[in-house]
């Protein structure tokens, strides 16, 4: 069992890695050379609260189904408590395909139906700023299910949506047990969110603050929004704050290329575009000035495919013979007003949504991958690290990233083979695929991530790591351990 003062140690070696220079690793990545081997470390019953689990897929449900892959690995026999099937949510696409006999032994789900309400009641209950009633039914819901169970050591819930954390504090309570606050996203530090006024941001952060003082241990998946929790809350012992970051799981990357029969240049993003977003944020900038409920400065249409195209449009009136040679490839779950700038141009394929393991063939077949995240002012850094940047790692494709200053930069440089740029930067992306595919063509090898990168993206860093977080909640809790 990690004694407390091994995460002292933890945080300390982090912070000299942030201090010296940008690195990819979290505030427990440095402990992976003396965490407990997994064969001498005692067998924990975790108890996973995960809202968004196959069949449910997109990029929501990876890090809880690779938990639920790999956390026996680390002697932790998981549980998985979930939704009692796909909901048709935008950010929620039906994804059987992820699911196998292995992880179904291992989920109890409530009873169904899950409750729907109608986008004009989400937004109603968010103006009110009161506890929505899918918030009620899913804390029911959960303590229901939890009688299935068994015992268990803790509970280990991931925070998506935020209404989950009423259901995670009254199931550790009720079961007596420590919990684990896991944030996808950092919530009300998000400049991705945008909330109606500023008085709904602040009850969020008031909200926000209860639950991180009311876990026995928060898990942030990035350094910059472990970083971003404490200077918000500084009441918080930091010794109970990690950084535990995404991962990719060398599962979805076995096996032999996808072969190729065409000769097409081929750029693929996978994953949502924020086009709507982005434009609607551009119409209503004084607005949500005025209000104050969203980031100032930052800009959410970068983050689609809108720039890319305006510089591919530019390689080819520089290289007309290229029109039949470039094809964007876009993979998702698309609005109409992605699709609008889409059929603007012709050299873009959309592909509906794909499941998980078509669309990781569809990462491995690129000549080049986009990448492209928000934009904010010089010298502010990104809150999150898009899941997609692990899997366009683990497909060691080069990689084009259109993405403001943090911690997805800093992965990306160090990783070594991927062209960055600035989110606006239309001129860099056309030198950029020109360059890509003059390399091509010459017969120039393609850049190779660096390996010591890929290891500490992958899930057995992940699954690692939670394990050094479990251990020390429990040494902190005095928490029997028998298995």
């Known amino acids: 069992m990690a004694p407390l003062r091994s995460v002292r140690r933890m945080n300390q070696l982090s912070h000299v890695a942030n201090e010296t220079g940008p690195s990819p690793q979290s505030a427990v990545g440095a402990a992976a050379a003396w ?61 059987g395909a992820l ?30 700023g009161r506890p929505t009633r899918w918030g009620a039914w899913w804390s029911a819901a959960v303590l229901e299910a939890s009688k299935q169970a068994g015992a268990v050591d803790l509970v280990h819930a991931s925070v998506a949506p935020y209404t989950t954390i009423e259901a995670a504090l009254t199931l550790a309570e009720r079961l007596a047990v420590p919990l684990v606050l896991d944030f996808e996203d950092p919530w009300v530090l998000d400049e991705m969110l945008v909330y109606p006024t500023r008085f709904h941001r602040r009850l969020a952060g008031r909200r926000m603050g209860r639950a991180l003082r009311a876990a026995n241990a928060v898990v942030m998946n990035t350094p910059e929004a472990r970083k971003r929790v404490l200077e918000r809350f500084p009441d918080l012992d930091p010794e109970r704050v990690f950084a535990v970051t ?45 209000l104050g409920g969203g ?25 007309p013979e290229l029109r039949d040679v470039i094809r964007v490839h876009l993979a998702g779950v698309f609005t109409e007003d ?23 063939s569809l990462l491995r077949s690129a000549d080049l991958l986009f990448l492209p995240m928000h934009d904010l002012p010089r010298g502010q850094r990104a809150g999150i690290v898009p899941h997609k940047t692990y899997e366009y790692l683990a497909a060691e494709r080069p990689i084009l990233a259109a993405v403001p200053e943090g911690d997805a930069r800093d992965l990306l440089e160090a990783a ?49 790591e939670l394990r050094v977080v479990y251990d020390a909640v429990l040494a902190g809790t005095g928490q029997p351990l028998d298995s």
């Open 35 to 95: 965490a407990p081997a997994p064969d001498s470390a005692a067998q924990l019953r975790v108890l996973m609260l995960a809202h968004r689990f196959p069949p449910m897929g997109g990029a929501g449900v990876q890090r809880t189904l690779q938990l639920a892959r790999h956390l026996e690995e680390v002697a932790c026999e998981p549980t998985i408590i979930t939704a009692p099937g796909p909901v048709d949510y935008r950010w929620t696409p039906e994804d």
């Open 295 to 319: 980031t100032d400065g930052v800009d959410y249409l970068t983050r689609s495919h809108v720039f890319l195209l305006e510089a591919i449009d530019a390689v080819l009136d520089r290289r």
């Open 416 to 464: 070594g083979h991927a062209v960055i740029c600035r989110p606006r930067d239309v001129e860099a992306m056309k030198a950029a695929v020109l360059a890509e595919i003059d390399r091509r063509r010459t017969g120039g090898a393609a850049p190779k991530p660096c390996r010591e990168v890929l290891e500490r993206c992958s899930s057995a860093r992940l699954v690692r």
């Open 99 to 128: 699911e196998d006999d292995d992880v179904r032994r291992k989920v109890v789900r409530v009873s169904g139906p899950e409750l729907t309400l109608s986008e004009r009641h989400w937004k109603l209950e968010r103006w009110l």
């Open 338 to 360: 992605d699709r609008a700038v889409a059929g603007a141009h012709s050299f873009v394929i959309l592909h509906e949504f794909l499941p998980h393991a078509e669309t990781i």
């Open 246 to 290: 995404n991962a990719f799981d060398p599962i979805d990357f076995g096996g032999p290329l996808p072969p190729r029969m065409d000769d097409e240049f081929r750029i693929v993003h996978t994953g949502s575009l924020h086009t709507d977003s982005g434009l609607l944020q551009r119409s209503r900038r004084w607005q949500q000035r005025l």
